[in-house]
């Protein structure tokens, strides 16, 4: 009798301790769950905010370009008014050559002294061209033309859509700035090679994108 009690007792033990280990091992894979999906959840979050900003730069690129183009055709048209400042034409093929020769990556910018550069050339231009549309207020005959109006709206609707574009940029780029640095996104970035986005740092009054107010309206 003894034995059997005995028996019974080391069987309940080793059920106790085959027991606990399950529920140990139960344990340790629900946590080991719960990090994979925190990881998960934490990779696809600095995915998200990175393609965010990629699309959001895409947009302001899209904007400069439309106006870099507008500018051969602004040229030429207003070259048709007697006596135009030649001195204005050549500020904005100059400063339209700057923008060109200002290489940016194909996707997004990643050094900030490049972006600098960008975004000064391009602050440049937009200045050229408000003083050109100041100048071509004097030339009554040059307003007075259909191909002249038109591009003006252009060019007015280009510079809000710019401005507009900037904006959603710096935003979106602060939020996956922030991202990339808080804890615990910024050991996943580590990990996987997220790296901050420069912003836009130029001077205040590079940074102002020119009003254009032509009073066409």
Do not use: H
């Amino acid at each position: 009798m003894k034995q059997r009690s005995e028996s019974f007792t080391s069987s309940s033990r080793r059920g106790a301790i085959g027991k606990g280990c399950l529920i140990g091992l139960g344990v340790v894979g629900a946590l080991v769950l719960v990090a994979v999906m925190l990881l998960w959840s934490g990779y696809n979050s600095l995915v998200g905010t990175q393609e965010d900003s990629r699309q959001k730069w895409a947009q302001v690129e899209n904007q400069y370009k439309r106006r870099f183009e507008l500018v051969p055709n602004l040229v030429e048209t207003v070259k048709g008014a007697a006596n135009f400042e030649q001195q204005t034409i050549t500020q904005v093929t100059e400063a339209r050559a700057s923008v060109g020769s200002v290489k940016m990556p194909s996707d997004l910018p990643t050094d900030q002294a490049q972006l600098d550069a960008y975004i000064k050339a391009q602050a440049q231009l937009g200045g050229a061209l408000s003083r050109l549309m100041v100048v071509a207020e004097q030339y009554p005959q040059l307003k007075a033309t259909e191909n002249f109006r038109t591009l003006q709206d252009q060019l007015e609707g280009t510079e809000n859509r710019i401005a507009v574009a900037r904006e959603d940029y710096t935003k979106a780029v602060a939020t996956y700035n922030k991202s990339v640095r808080s804890f615990p996104k910024n050991v996943l970035a580590g990990m996987f090679g997220f790296e901050t986005l420069p912003q836009f740092t130029a001077p205040a009054e590079e940074q102002v994108v020119p009003k254009v107010d032509f009073g066409t309206k």
